[in-house]
């Protein structure tokens, strides 16, 4: 089903593709438990605030993904490796640019905002492999 041009399928698959990047990396490279620690939070913290926000997770993959292909149709982006260089161009035009600005700016701890960097570079990647091979 496209809307606009926009294969909506795609742009799905290609979220849930940047959720599962996350899921991967946050939940299975890095321990929940590690992750907090090197944030510092507590269990009790996560629970109080962090899981008040988790249904709001689904909103960040599929608005990527969504610019991503909207992105792709205006350009005329297709095939693999076509979207993984966009797809990463975009990433470091923008989204890494922006956690550094968190960074600069914030008090948190440069290994988090370089896990962030690398979720958000190899979820961009994985989407846009998928929204410019798909047709």
């Known amino acids: 089903m496209r809307i606009a041009g926009v294969n909506v399928l795609a742009v799905i698959i290609a979220a849930v ?16 438990e590690a992750w907090m620690a090197g944030a510092g939070i507590t269990k ?16 960040m993959p599929l608005m990527t993904a969504l610019g991503l292909a909207v992105l792709f ?22 989204a890494v640019p922006a956690l550094l600005y968190g960074w600069v700016y914030g008090v948190g701890p440069i290994e988090h905002t ?14 846009g492999a998928i929204l410019a091979s798909w047709k």
């Open 17 to 32: 593709a940047i959720y599962a990047v996350g899921a991967l990396i946050y939940g299975v490279l890095v321990s929940p």
């Open 44 to 59: 009790e913290q996560m629970n109080a605030v962090g899981m008040t926000r988790l249904p709001y997770s689904p909103v």
């Open 73 to 94: 149709k205006w350009a005329g982006v297709s095939g693999l490796g076509n979207g993984i260089k966009w797809a990463l161009l975009v990433a470091f035009a923008s």
């Open 114 to 127: 370089l896990l962030d960097i690398a979720h958000l570079v190899v979820g961009h990647s994985v989407a």
